[in-house]
């Protein structure tokens, strides 16, 4: 098979969106703030690939790709979604039938399969759904065709009858994993796909996302907060922090050497299975609580809980920038200084 | 072999439930539910009663006998022979009167020599059912009409408080279902769109509704039915009586629908449906209505109790219905003086079908809301 050389735009290109909700109060509901959300990410997704999207709760992660999806209008900022024509599209600019369009090339798989299923639709309705409102296929086809999508995702055809009650946690998520692929997706955004599973269905249900992903030459967009997930299944990993990724790079760049002081410390968290390692690294605890994405501290939003912020940090916004030339990008000021090491030895610092 | 058969019930009853939609569902958890199941059953037959009140009834709401003011509930009793040697299966005792000299009162007494001979579906005053059969047969009625036949006694007019009980059943029950269809209707529209288009509109709705709940209740009734003319028709003064109490009975209901969409607004699977390319009307009707039908029967269930409460408690008052039209707050009415309570109790027997009334839409509204939600375990 002959390969392209020539340069295309990235399948997905989002450019400095923001999405910022309003904080209403009072009788009259006037507007006393704005939730930053998501505050100027810009991010690109090659064809094929995985981007990890991480963070801690509330850093905007699940909103970002909501937006993208739009699930919500953004405030500001492109989608820039190149279709199936070659051409290039503002995702943020559409509306009506042509956002209906795309959305069956962009899915979605939800956090929670208890509330992402609806519980009062057999399984042929749920997966179907696009199909038949779409007008795509129609009665015995459809039935075919939802079959060959749960043999697809391990699932039996035979209970496409059934209804989401009679099925585990693992086996609905496998339901929604075969509602995102119904109307043959380019770009699957998973929102947490696997976190609210076990462990060891979550093992399942990520080698089964890859294995489709192979089969079916699917992009990711695969938001999580469990970084060995992530790490497993990613190409690509942005950090998200207080609505901005402050750290971008190919997967194995950010954990062999991370240069922003917050993915530090994330990956000094991730739990080490093996007792006698965990003797010689000790975790960095982040004093405080992430900043408030309504009021947002001046200057780096991470520096109160930064080890190493100096006066720079608490006056400028660092901006996300390549620092080194393999594409790793990060937003801090003194990424080219520090030498970071999350599984260094150090003393703990004193609770407060 | 033993193990094998505990092993497969489970299977077997795992399958069912995994074709099982949501009414079967909730069907068969109602059906655990031996209380709610059983009030089910008594609803059911009281509006039966109110369905079939003239063949029920002995006589009509308005047959009276002089003859026989206050007269006490007499026994029903079972094989039994006169001072004849005649044999009876099914008869109750006639009255022996005397008037107590000082009081100048009638005093009545059942009076053993005296049978009255009770068959079922005897010939008795023709009536004409539902304004479409003429008939005369009544389930249970004396033989010989005319007899005096009092199971519940007799009212001032010496009216048969049973007869009058059964037929009130008719304005009773109709009055909490046409009242809360009423409610239903302005609930689901008012809170539909609040709840959906949020903002602005929103806040009306909700600020209006606070304001009527905060209107004490009895003042607002006492006006309203002040503004339905005296001579007014009675079947209109009855429409306008539903009418006044589904105009406040809507907020609750109004309110349940606002939640119900608003908390649905945001589920993942509404969302999803979105995304899927439903369109608005079929998100509504397709996923978001099936969410919450069952939880609107059961509170519409548990408003129809309020209903006729209502009803009673404005007739009561005087304020409501008004004679001829039977209901049982009208026959309370008649209760209300000192004389019922110390010489007649039995006129408090209509207040007896309201509590079993409410008592079991009560049961059975629980019931169907603990049904509702057939999917939370």
């Known amino acids: ?352 | 072999m033993t193990d094998q058969v505990i092993a497969l019930a489970p299977e077997a009853v795992r399958n069912s439930d995994a074709v099982a939609g949501q009414w079967k569902l909730i069907w068969r958890r109602f059906c655990r539910h031996r209380l709610a199941l059983a009030a089910g059953v008594v609803i059911l037959l009281i509006y039966l009663v109110a369905l079939f009140a003239e063949v029920l009834a002995p006589v009509s709401s308005q047959t009276y006998d002089s003859r026989y003011t206050y007269a006490p509930p007499q026994q029903l009793k079972i094989a039994g022979y006169d001072a004849a040697g005649q044999f009876y299966p099914l008869y109750v005792n006639g009255y022996s009167m005397k008037i107590d000299p000082i009081a100048l009162n009638r005093n009545y007494s059942p009076d053993p020599a005296v049978l009255i001979p009770v068959g079922f579906f005897v010939k008795g005053e023709p009536y004409r059912l539902w304004g479409l059969f003429d008939l005369d047969r009544h389930l249970i009625g004396p033989t010989e009409p005319g007899k005096p036949f009092y199971l519940f006694g007799a009212d001032r007019l010496g009216r048969d408080v049973f007869s009058r009980t059964v037929h009130g059943t008719r304005v009773s029950m109709s009055v909490g279902l046409i009242g809360v269809a009423i409610s239903l209707v302005l609930g689901i529209i008012l809170g539909g769109i609040s709840g959906l288009y949020g903002g602005w509109v929103d806040d009306v709705i909700q600020r209006s509704i606070e304001l009527i709940n905060s209107i004490p209740t009895i003042p607002l009734w006492m006006g309203l039915a002040a503004a339905v003319p005296i001579s007014a028709d009675p079947v209109l003064v009855y429409l306008w009586i539903t009418v006044i109490l589904s105009l406040i009975g809507w907020t609750d209901l109004a309110r349940v629908v606002r939640g119900r969409f608003l908390s649905l607004k945001t589920e993942d699977f509404v969302i999803a449906a979105g995304l899927d390319g439903c369109s608005r009307m079929r998100i509504i009707w397709r996923h978001m209505v099936p969410s919450f039908m069952s939880h609107i029967i059961a509170s519409v269930t548990l408003a129809i109790p309020t209903m006729i409460l209502a009803e009673t408690a404005l007739s009561f008052l005087g304020i409501g219905l008004r004679p001829p039209v039977v209901s049982w707050g009208v026959l309370l009415q008649e209760a209300q003086n000192i004389l019922a309570v110390s010489s007649a109790p039995w006129l408090f027997l209509p207040g007896l079908a309201v509590i079993v009334t409410v008592l079991a839409l009560n049961f059975l509204g629980d019931g169907l809301r603990d049904a509702a939600d057939p999917y939370e375990y």
Request: charged share 25%; with cysteine.
């Open chain 1, 1 to 352: 098979m002959a390969v392209s050389q020539t340069p295309r735009s990235p399948l997905l290109e989002l450019k400095d969106l923001r999405m910022h909700f309003p904080i209403r109060k009072g009788a009259f509901r006037h507007v006393v703030g704005h939730v930053k959300a998501v505050d100027g990410v810009s991010l690109r997704v090659e064809d094929g690939e995985t981007l990890g999207i991480v963070g801690e709760s509330g850093c905007g992660k699940s909103t970002l790709a909501r937006t993208v999806l739009r699930i919500y209008q953004p405030t500001s900022g492109e989608i820039r979604y190149r279709d199936r024509s070659g051409g290039t599209v503002d995702l943020a600019a559409l509306s009506g039938p042509a956002l209906d369009e795309i959305h069956r090339d962009l899915r979605m798989v939800f956090q929670d399969p208890q509330s992402s299923l609806n519980p009062r639709l057999p399984v042929i309705d749920i997966i179907g759904e696009v199909l038949s409102v779409n007008g795509i296929v129609k009665g015995r086809e459809l039935e075919h065709r939802v079959a060959d999508l749960m043999l697809s995702v391990g699932l039996r055809p035979e209970y496409m009858r059934r209804y989401p009650h009679a099925f585990s946690g693992g086996e609905r998520q496998r339901i929604g994993i075969a509602r995102a692929l119904a109307s043959n997706p380019r770009l699957v955004i998973a929102d947490e796909a696997v976190s609210a599973l076990d462990v060891s269905v979550q093992a399942q249900t990520i080698n089964l996302l890859q294995d489709l992903q192979e089969q079916f030459g699917l992009t990711y967009l695969f938001v999580a907060h469990d970084l060995s997930v992530v790490r497993h299944i990613s190409d690509n990993i942005a950090v998200m922090y207080v609505g901005r990724v402050v750290e971008k790079a190919p997967t194995e760049l950010i954990f062999s050497r991370p240069l922003h002081p917050y993915t530090e410390a994330l990956l000094s968290a991730v739990p080490i299975a093996d007792p006698r390692l965990r003797r010689h690294g000790t975790r960095i605890r982040l004093a405080g609580e992430v900043a408030d994405p309504a009021h947002p501290p001046p200057g780096c939003p991470f520096h109160p809980r930064c080890r190493y912020a100096t006066e720079l940090c608490r006056q400028e916004l660092p901006v996300l920038r390549t620092i080194t030339a393999d594409g790793h990008a990060a937003a801090c000021h003194h990424a080219e200084s520090l030498s970071l090491n999350p599984f260094a030895d150090r003393t703990v610092p004193e609770f407060n």
